[in-house]
């Protein structure tokens, strides 16, 4: 079975500053890996997802996240924070291989990014 | 394009009472997606349909969830009697059939307080 570890349920920032919010999976198998933004009273907005080939993958708003298979990690990081990235993030993880179509989404439990002014 | 519609946004019932929420996903996306995102938790899938054929519905709680998806559009998730640990956000979203399942579209979520 798949699980999803974020190590960091808050991280405060202050604005312009840099920030990684850190993501964990455990899986036998290969692994499609993705960060998901909940922003307060609204579903789920996909950031950016990793499928295969190239580590780092670039997202929206200037988020980016690198594949690493030996640490089996996933870390979302931003150069420059701004107040308008304040929500919350989740990782989560899907199986490409299992059978049939229940390819589903485990995710982790959640960081809350609080960008500070 | 129209994204993820859910409806209600909020409900508020007593404890044993029914609840019923509506999904209405992207148009021609073929696989629908009912999950349940306790407060401080992330999204735990309870049911998974590929147009209107349950795919798994392992994680549901059948004595009380209940979920049908006719003519493989919409589809509605009712909880009969609800507890006070179903207060939660259901979400519905939904994607295309693989392989291209992997992304999915999420509504904005019905915020259930059973009280």
Known sequence: AQSVTQLDSQVPVFEEAPVELRCNYSSSVSVYLFWYVQYPNQGLQLLLKYLSGSTLVKGINGFEAEFNKSQTSFHLRKPSVHISDTAEYFCAVSDPISSGSARQLTFGSGTQLTVLP | ?115
């Open chain 2, 1 to 115: 394009e129209a994204g993820v519609a859910q409806s209600p946004r909020y409900k508020i019932i007593e404890k044993r009472q029914s609840v019923a929420f509506w999904c209405n996903p992207i148009s021609g996306h073929a696989t629908l997606y009912w999950y349940q995102q306790i407060l401080g938790q992330g999204p735990k899938l309870l049911i998974q349909f590929q147009n209107n054929g349950v795919v798994d519905d392992s994680q549901l709680p059948k004595d009380r969830f209940s979920a049908e998806r006719l003519k493989g559009v919409d589809s509605t998730l009712k909880i009969q009697p609800a507890k006070l640990e179903d207060s939660a956000v259901y979400l519905c979203a939904s994607s295309l059939v693989p392989p291209r399942h992997y992304e999915q579209y999420f509504g904005p979520g019905t915020r259930l307080t059973v009280t």
